[in-house]
Protein backbone atom coordinates (compact mmCIF):
# COMPACT_ATOMS: atom_id res chain seq x y z
CA UNK A 1 0.00 0.00 0.00
CA UNK A 2 1.88 3.15 -1.26
CA UNK A 3 -0.23 5.75 -1.34
CA UNK A 4 0.76 8.63 0.90
CA UNK A 5 -2.26 10.45 0.85
CA UNK A 6 -4.49 7.22 1.72
CA UNK A 7 -7.17 7.65 4.92
CA UNK A 8 -9.29 5.56 7.37
CA UNK A 9 -11.78 5.37 9.58
CA UNK A 10 -10.71 5.11 13.35
CA UNK A 11 -12.70 5.64 16.91
CA UNK A 12 -10.62 7.68 19.46
CA UNK A 13 -11.05 8.52 23.05
CA UNK A 14 -10.32 12.15 23.54
CA UNK A 15 -10.93 12.42 27.63
CA UNK A 16 -12.64 10.84 30.27
CA UNK A 17 -16.64 11.39 30.11
CA UNK A 18 -16.36 12.73 26.42
CA UNK A 19 -18.33 10.17 23.80
CA UNK A 20 -16.27 8.14 21.52
CA UNK A 21 -14.66 9.95 18.64
CA UNK A 22 -15.04 8.78 14.99
CA UNK A 23 -12.85 10.67 12.56
CA UNK A 24 -10.65 10.17 9.44
CA UNK A 25 -7.05 9.78 9.85
CA UNK A 26 -3.97 9.29 7.69
CA UNK A 27 -3.51 5.34 7.60
CA UNK A 28 -0.07 5.05 8.80
CA UNK A 29 3.13 3.47 7.58
CA UNK A 30 5.19 0.98 9.33
CA UNK A 31 8.35 2.11 10.35
CA UNK A 32 11.19 -0.67 9.85
CA UNK A 33 10.62 -3.66 11.36
CA UNK A 34 6.70 -3.27 11.99
CA UNK A 35 3.96 -4.51 9.19
CA UNK A 36 0.85 -2.39 8.38
CA UNK A 37 -2.26 -4.53 9.33
CA UNK A 38 -5.86 -4.46 7.48
CA UNK A 39 -7.69 -4.76 10.85
CA UNK A 40 -10.84 -7.04 10.06
CA UNK A 41 -12.10 -7.51 13.72
CA UNK A 42 -11.37 -5.83 16.69
CA UNK A 43 -12.76 -6.61 20.16
CA UNK A 44 -13.95 -4.50 23.11
CA UNK A 45 -12.68 -5.17 26.93
CA UNK A 46 -12.64 -4.33 30.32
CA UNK A 47 -9.54 -2.44 29.90
CA UNK A 48 -11.04 -0.44 27.29
CA UNK A 49 -14.05 0.28 29.73
CA UNK A 50 -11.27 1.28 32.44
CA UNK A 51 -10.15 4.15 29.92
CA UNK A 52 -13.24 5.42 29.12
CA UNK A 53 -14.07 5.69 33.03
CA UNK A 54 -10.69 7.23 34.05
CA UNK A 55 -9.32 4.06 35.67
CA UNK A 56 -6.46 3.33 33.30
CA UNK A 57 -4.12 6.07 32.10
CA UNK A 58 -3.48 6.50 27.93
CA UNK A 59 -0.29 7.41 27.09
CA UNK A 60 -2.10 10.38 25.34
CA UNK A 61 -4.95 11.76 23.79
CA UNK A 62 -6.69 11.58 21.55
CA UNK A 63 -5.78 7.63 21.01
CA UNK A 64 -7.43 5.42 19.35
CA UNK A 65 -8.36 2.49 21.04
CA UNK A 66 -8.08 -1.88 20.84
CA UNK A 67 -6.15 -3.74 21.57
CA UNK A 68 -7.82 -7.28 20.69
CA UNK A 69 -7.20 -7.72 17.08
CA UNK A 70 -7.22 -9.48 14.28
CA UNK A 71 -6.12 -8.24 10.80
CA UNK A 72 -4.55 -9.02 7.35
CA UNK A 73 -1.45 -7.80 6.41
CA UNK A 74 -0.67 -5.33 3.55
CA UNK A 75 2.48 -3.82 3.88
CA UNK A 76 5.68 -4.91 6.24
CA UNK A 77 7.97 -1.89 6.60
CA UNK A 78 12.11 -2.20 5.90
CA UNK A 79 13.30 -5.47 7.28
CA UNK A 80 10.09 -6.88 8.20
CA UNK A 81 10.55 -9.15 4.94
CA UNK A 82 10.81 -13.08 6.08
CA UNK A 83 10.25 -12.15 9.40
CA UNK A 84 7.60 -14.99 9.60
CA UNK A 85 4.69 -13.41 8.00
CA UNK A 86 4.27 -12.51 4.55
CA UNK A 87 1.77 -9.90 2.78
CA UNK A 88 -1.94 -11.18 2.68
CA UNK A 89 -1.12 -12.94 5.49
CA UNK A 90 -3.95 -13.25 8.10
CA UNK A 91 -2.63 -12.39 11.37
CA UNK A 92 -3.49 -12.12 15.74
CA UNK A 93 -1.32 -9.51 16.51
CA UNK A 94 0.30 -9.47 20.25
CA UNK A 95 -0.73 -5.73 21.72
CA UNK A 96 2.18 -5.77 24.07
CA UNK A 97 5.42 -4.30 22.36
CA UNK A 98 8.59 -4.35 24.41
CA UNK A 99 11.98 -3.37 24.38
CA UNK A 100 13.60 -5.85 22.60
CA UNK A 101 16.49 -5.60 24.52
CA UNK A 102 15.96 -6.52 28.35
CA UNK A 103 15.48 -10.16 30.13
CA UNK A 104 12.15 -10.10 30.05
CA UNK A 105 12.22 -9.68 26.28
CA UNK A 106 15.19 -12.26 25.68
CA UNK A 107 12.57 -14.39 27.25
CA UNK A 108 9.68 -14.00 25.25
CA UNK A 109 8.03 -12.13 28.14
CA UNK A 110 7.45 -8.47 27.10
CA UNK A 111 4.46 -8.66 29.51
CA UNK A 112 7.09 -7.70 32.36
CA UNK A 113 9.25 -5.57 30.08
CA UNK A 114 9.40 -2.03 31.96
CA UNK A 115 9.53 -0.08 28.77
CA UNK A 116 6.64 -2.11 27.58
CA UNK A 117 3.89 -0.65 25.65
CA UNK A 118 0.45 -1.37 24.89
CA UNK A 119 -1.47 -0.79 21.40
CA UNK A 120 -4.72 1.53 22.08
CA UNK A 121 -2.84 2.75 25.60
CA UNK A 122 0.67 3.65 24.72
CA UNK A 123 0.33 3.31 20.86
CA UNK A 124 -2.52 4.18 18.34
CA UNK A 125 -4.67 0.94 18.54
CA UNK A 126 -6.96 -1.36 16.15
CA UNK A 127 -10.32 0.56 16.36
CA UNK A 128 -9.49 1.77 13.13
CA UNK A 129 -9.45 0.36 9.33
CA UNK A 130 -5.30 0.21 9.96
CA UNK A 131 -3.48 -0.50 12.64
CA UNK A 132 0.70 -1.05 12.64
CA UNK A 133 2.46 -3.44 14.89
CA UNK A 134 5.94 -5.03 15.29
CA UNK A 135 6.51 -8.07 12.77
CA UNK A 136 7.36 -9.71 16.10
CA UNK A 137 4.06 -9.31 17.43
CA UNK A 138 2.40 -10.67 14.46
CA UNK A 139 1.63 -14.67 14.65
CA UNK A 140 0.07 -16.00 11.28
CA UNK A 141 -2.87 -17.87 11.86
CA UNK A 142 -4.72 -20.26 9.23
CA UNK A 143 -7.75 -18.56 7.05
CA UNK A 144 -10.26 -21.22 8.08
CA UNK A 145 -10.17 -19.56 11.50
CA UNK A 146 -12.31 -16.40 11.78
CA UNK A 147 -11.27 -13.30 12.35
CA UNK A 148 -13.29 -12.50 14.63
CA UNK A 149 -12.18 -15.89 16.69
CA UNK A 150 -8.57 -14.98 16.38
CA UNK A 151 -9.57 -12.11 18.29
CA UNK A 152 -10.80 -13.62 21.24
CA UNK A 153 -6.64 -15.32 21.48
CA UNK A 154 -5.76 -12.28 23.10
CA UNK A 155 -8.16 -12.66 26.51
CA UNK A 156 -6.87 -16.53 26.01
CA UNK A 157 -4.23 -16.05 26.13
CA UNK A 158 -4.41 -14.27 29.44
CA UNK A 159 -6.43 -16.74 30.74
CA UNK A 160 -3.84 -19.50 29.31
CA UNK A 161 -1.22 -17.84 31.64
CA UNK A 162 -3.74 -18.44 34.80
CA UNK A 163 -3.70 -22.04 34.39
CA UNK A 164 -0.25 -22.71 33.66
CA UNK A 165 1.51 -20.69 36.36
CA UNK A 166 -1.18 -23.38 38.88
CA UNK A 167 0.99 -26.03 37.87
CA UNK A 168 -2.08 -28.57 37.81
CA UNK A 169 -2.16 -31.79 36.48
CA UNK A 170 -5.29 -33.59 34.26
CA UNK A 171 -7.94 -33.96 36.27
CA UNK A 172 -7.50 -31.89 38.97
CA UNK A 173 -10.70 -29.47 40.22
CA UNK A 174 -10.42 -25.64 39.41
CA UNK A 175 -12.84 -23.36 40.65
CA UNK A 176 -13.27 -19.97 38.41
CA UNK A 177 -14.58 -17.24 39.77
CA UNK A 178 -16.52 -15.01 37.22
CA UNK A 179 -18.35 -16.13 34.21
CA UNK A 180 -17.57 -13.02 31.61
CA UNK A 181 -15.83 -12.75 28.57
CA UNK A 182 -12.27 -13.19 30.74
CA UNK A 183 -13.82 -16.15 32.46
CA UNK A 184 -15.49 -17.86 30.04
CA UNK A 185 -11.81 -17.96 28.29
CA UNK A 186 -10.79 -19.33 31.63
CA UNK A 187 -13.11 -22.52 31.69
CA UNK A 188 -12.62 -23.64 28.02
CA UNK A 189 -8.59 -22.86 28.58
CA UNK A 190 -9.06 -25.32 31.50
CA UNK A 191 -11.14 -27.80 30.03
CA UNK A 192 -8.64 -28.19 26.97
CA UNK A 193 -6.00 -28.84 29.05
CA UNK A 194 -7.75 -31.55 31.38
CA UNK A 195 -8.87 -30.06 34.08
CA UNK A 196 -12.54 -30.35 35.98
CA UNK A 197 -14.49 -26.93 36.42
CA UNK A 198 -16.77 -25.58 38.80
CA UNK A 199 -17.85 -22.08 37.34
CA UNK A 200 -19.13 -19.51 39.69
CA UNK A 201 -20.62 -16.79 38.89
CA UNK A 202 -24.25 -14.88 40.47
CA UNK A 203 -25.84 -14.23 37.19
CA UNK A 204 -27.77 -17.83 36.15
CA UNK A 205 -27.45 -17.08 32.32
CA UNK A 206 -23.79 -16.79 33.27
CA UNK A 207 -23.38 -19.74 34.63
CA UNK A 208 -25.53 -21.79 31.92
CA UNK A 209 -23.20 -20.05 29.23
CA UNK A 210 -19.92 -21.42 32.44
CA UNK A 211 -21.74 -24.63 31.33
CA UNK A 212 -21.93 -24.62 27.51
CA UNK A 213 -18.50 -23.89 27.53
CA UNK A 214 -17.25 -26.91 29.71
CA UNK A 215 -17.85 -26.40 33.21
CA UNK A 216 -19.01 -29.46 35.26
CA UNK A 217 -20.62 -27.53 37.52
CA UNK A 218 -21.95 -23.41 38.25
CA UNK A 219 -22.82 -22.15 41.25
CA UNK A 220 -23.77 -18.49 42.71
CA UNK A 221 -21.42 -17.80 45.24
CA UNK A 222 -23.65 -18.13 47.31
CA UNK A 223 -24.17 -21.79 46.96
CA UNK A 224 -20.40 -22.08 47.76
CA UNK A 225 -20.11 -19.99 50.58
CA UNK A 226 -18.36 -21.96 53.57
CA UNK A 227 -20.30 -21.21 56.79
CA UNK A 228 -18.04 -23.45 58.87
CA UNK A 229 -15.30 -25.91 57.64
CA UNK A 230 -17.19 -28.54 57.28
CA UNK A 231 -19.31 -26.74 54.73
CA UNK A 232 -20.94 -28.15 51.41
CA UNK A 233 -18.26 -27.35 49.38
CA UNK A 234 -15.99 -29.99 50.91
CA UNK A 235 -18.09 -32.23 49.93
CA UNK A 236 -18.41 -31.12 46.40
CA UNK A 237 -14.60 -30.95 46.30
CA UNK A 238 -14.49 -34.88 47.63
CA UNK A 239 -16.58 -36.05 44.85
CA UNK A 240 -14.69 -34.32 42.08
CA UNK A 241 -11.52 -35.77 43.70
CA UNK A 242 -9.94 -33.31 45.59
CA UNK A 243 -10.67 -34.13 49.53
CA UNK A 244 -10.26 -30.92 51.83
CA UNK A 245 -10.89 -28.60 49.14
CA UNK A 246 -10.69 -27.10 45.45
CA UNK A 247 -6.84 -28.11 44.44
CA UNK A 248 -7.12 -24.68 42.82
CA UNK A 249 -8.87 -21.57 41.60
CA UNK A 250 -8.62 -18.56 39.25
CA UNK A 251 -10.38 -15.44 41.07
CA UNK A 252 -11.50 -13.73 37.11
CA UNK A 253 -13.25 -10.72 39.37
CA UNK A 254 -10.83 -9.38 41.68
CA UNK A 255 -13.55 -7.78 44.32
CA UNK A 256 -12.38 -8.24 48.05
CA UNK A 257 -15.48 -11.04 48.61
CA UNK A 258 -14.05 -13.05 45.09
CA UNK A 259 -10.68 -13.52 46.44
CA UNK A 260 -11.27 -13.90 49.65
CA UNK A 261 -13.86 -16.99 48.68
CA UNK A 262 -11.61 -18.52 46.19
CA UNK A 263 -9.13 -18.67 49.19
CA UNK A 264 -11.52 -20.05 51.50
CA UNK A 265 -12.27 -22.75 48.70
CA UNK A 266 -8.86 -24.06 48.40
CA UNK A 267 -7.12 -27.31 50.22
CA UNK A 268 -4.26 -26.99 52.18
CA UNK A 269 -1.26 -26.57 49.48
CA UNK A 270 -4.37 -24.80 47.23
CA UNK A 271 -2.95 -22.51 44.45
CA UNK A 272 -4.92 -19.36 43.48
CA UNK A 273 -4.19 -17.24 40.10
CA UNK A 274 -5.76 -13.68 40.32
CA UNK A 275 -6.77 -12.15 37.28
CA UNK A 276 -9.43 -9.37 37.93
CA UNK A 277 -8.88 -6.47 39.29
CA UNK A 278 -11.68 -5.24 41.17
CA UNK A 279 -12.46 -0.87 41.09
CA UNK A 280 -11.75 -0.80 45.09
CA UNK A 281 -8.98 -2.06 47.02
CA UNK A 282 -8.49 -5.70 48.46
CA UNK A 283 -8.11 -6.38 52.10
CA UNK A 284 -6.40 -9.80 52.22
CA UNK A 285 -7.52 -12.14 55.35
CA UNK A 286 -4.85 -13.14 58.70
CA UNK A 287 -1.79 -13.90 57.44
CA UNK A 288 -2.15 -17.07 59.24
CA UNK A 289 -4.60 -18.16 56.58
CA UNK A 290 -1.97 -18.78 53.17
CA UNK A 291 0.86 -20.05 56.02
CA UNK A 292 -1.67 -22.99 57.89
CA UNK A 293 -2.20 -24.47 54.77
CA UNK A 294 0.64 -23.37 52.68
CA UNK A 295 -1.42 -21.26 50.03
CA UNK A 296 -0.38 -20.24 46.73
CA UNK A 297 -1.55 -17.04 45.20
CA UNK A 298 -0.27 -15.20 42.01
CA UNK A 299 -1.26 -12.18 40.15
CA UNK A 300 -1.69 -12.78 36.49
CA UNK A 301 -0.84 -9.94 34.34
CA UNK A 302 -1.56 -10.27 30.87
CA UNK A 303 0.59 -13.26 29.18
CA UNK A 304 4.02 -14.05 27.27
CA UNK A 305 4.30 -15.26 23.85
CA UNK A 306 4.71 -18.22 25.11
CA UNK A 307 1.19 -18.59 25.94
CA UNK A 308 -0.21 -16.97 22.78
CA UNK A 309 1.30 -19.45 20.71
CA UNK A 310 0.05 -22.38 23.22
CA UNK A 311 -3.41 -21.06 22.60
CA UNK A 312 -3.24 -20.45 18.90
CA UNK A 313 -1.84 -24.07 18.63
CA UNK A 314 -5.00 -25.47 20.64
CA UNK A 315 -7.10 -23.50 18.37
CA UNK A 316 -5.93 -24.53 15.25
CA UNK A 317 -5.68 -28.07 16.53
CA UNK A 318 -9.45 -27.70 17.34
CA UNK A 319 -8.85 -28.38 21.16
CA UNK A 320 -10.02 -24.79 21.70
CA UNK A 321 -13.25 -23.16 20.55
CA UNK A 322 -13.40 -19.36 20.95
CA UNK A 323 -15.89 -18.32 18.03
CA UNK A 324 -19.19 -18.96 20.81
CA UNK A 325 -17.39 -16.03 23.06
CA UNK A 326 -18.14 -13.58 20.53
CA UNK A 327 -22.12 -12.63 21.38
CA UNK A 328 -22.39 -9.18 18.94
CA UNK A 329 -20.52 -7.77 16.13
CA UNK A 330 -21.12 -4.33 15.29
CA UNK A 331 -19.23 -2.40 12.33
CA UNK A 332 -16.96 0.34 13.53
CA UNK A 333 -19.29 3.83 12.71
CA UNK A 334 -21.21 1.89 16.03
CA UNK A 335 -18.43 1.82 18.30
CA UNK A 336 -20.00 3.80 20.99
CA UNK A 337 -23.66 1.64 20.67
CA UNK A 338 -21.16 -1.63 20.76
CA UNK A 339 -19.59 -0.11 24.28
CA UNK A 340 -23.02 0.46 25.80
CA UNK A 341 -23.57 -2.77 24.88
CA UNK A 342 -20.32 -4.26 26.75
CA UNK A 343 -21.14 -2.74 30.09
CA UNK A 344 -25.02 -2.57 30.26
CA UNK A 345 -27.72 -5.13 31.23
CA UNK A 346 -27.79 -7.77 33.52
CA UNK A 347 -26.99 -10.16 31.07
CA UNK A 348 -24.20 -7.96 29.18
CA UNK A 349 -22.42 -9.23 25.99
CA UNK A 350 -19.74 -12.11 26.24
CA UNK A 351 -17.48 -10.00 23.68
CA UNK A 352 -18.12 -7.09 21.26
CA UNK A 353 -16.36 -7.42 17.87
CA UNK A 354 -16.41 -4.33 15.70
CA UNK A 355 -15.42 -5.46 12.60
CA UNK A 356 -13.73 -1.78 10.49
Same mark, same amino acid.
Given at each position: ????????? $????????????????????????????????? @????? +???????????????????????????????????????????? /?????? #????????????????????????????????????????????????????????????????????????????????? @????????????????????? *? +????????? $??? $??????????????????????????????? /??? @???? +?? *????????????????? #????????????????????? *???????????????????????????????? @??? *???????????? $? /??????? +???????????
Amino acid at each position: MSDQSATMQ $AVRFTDVGAPLLRTTLPVPRPEPGWALVRVRAV @AICGS +DVHILEGHTPVGFTPITLGHEISGDVVELGEGAVGQGVDVGDRV /FINPII #GCGRCRYCATEESNFCPDRGLLGIHFEGAMAEYVVAPVRNLTAVPDRISHAEIAMVESAGTAYHAIRVLDAEPGDAVVVIG @AGGLGLQTVRIATALGLRVVS *V +DPNAAARER $ALA $AGAERAYSPEDLMPATEDGGYIALAEEMGSP /FGF @AHAV +DC *VGFEETVNLALCLLRPR #GSCSIIGIGAAGVRLPDPAIF *VRRSLQVRGIYTYSSKDIANVIELLVAGRLEL @ADS *VSLKLPLAEAQR $A /FEAFVGG +DVRPVRVVLEP
